[in-house]
């Protein structure tokens, strides 16, 4: 029996490691990490998703993505078949946005953001993750945060803030925590729910994703 390719897209700056504790099972997966590469200047959303399914190399994937990679391979998902997309603290529309997101797209208060003051390790954790770390672990997570360009960075803000999408894919499958900093879970509609999942539970709720990702991924 052929194993099932499992693609997994990590968050806003992120790398692959945020990954590391996800294990599914050999015999019926077969995982595959994707990563971040720099955007072309003035390159759309839609168009970066089209480059980013160049790097996938079976038929009928199962994709999976994080926050801002959860609306990347939602793109990914309208231009090559999937046998199912599953979102992680994402949103599946711009109505799932918080207040605060909405206000910066109308204002367009986001190109005022420093993000040069991003590659400040201590920031790019907290704008990235929405939590307040302590001191402490903030070198714990310094490892996920591996893409800093201010290029990057300028471009992902945008494309998150202004994302057009209005109408969610049904199809989507959506798992949230509820309490999430980033993405407040009472503006997500159709999800779920994961008690206690932060923003980064893909890292510190891994065993929940081992133990039900399976049965997510084959029903």
Not at 43 to 61: F, G, S, V
Not at 174 to 181: A, V
Not at 197 to 219: Q, V, Y
């Amino acid at each position: 029996m052929a194993k099932i390719p499992v693609y997994f897209m990590p968050g806003l700056a992120a790398s692959s490691t945020i990954f590391e504790y996800i294990t599914l099972p050999e015999d019926q997966f077969e995982m595959v990490l994707l990563e971040w590469f720099l955007p072309e200047n003035k390159e759309t959303l839609q168009q970066y998703a089209l480059r980013m399914t160049k790097q996938i190399k079976h038929e009928n994937p199962v994709l999976i993505g994080v926050s801002f990679g959860g609306i990347l391979v939602q793109e990914m998902s309208t231009l090559i078949p999937t046998r199912k997309t599953i979102i992680i603290s994402s949103v599946k529309s711009n109505k799932e946005f918080p207040a605060r997101m909405l206000l910066a797209k109308k204002t367009l208060a986001y190109k005022l953001i420093p993000t040069s003051l991003l590659a400040n390790i201590e920031t790019l954790v907290r704008y990235a993750f929405g939590e307040n770390i302590v001191a402490k672990r903030i070198k714990l997570y310094e490892k996920y945060l591996s893409l800093r360009e201010k290029s990057y960075l300028d471009w992902s803000i945008e494309n998150v803030i202004s994302w057009s999408r209005t109408k969610p894919d049904e199809k989507v499958v959506h798992i949230h925590g509820d309490k999430d900093g980033v993405f407040p879970i009472d503006k997500i509609k159709n999800c779920i729910v994961i008690k206690g999942g932060t923003h980064i539970m893909i890292i510190n709720k891994f065993k929940w994703f081992n133990e039900n990702l399976p049965t997510i991924i084959t029903n």
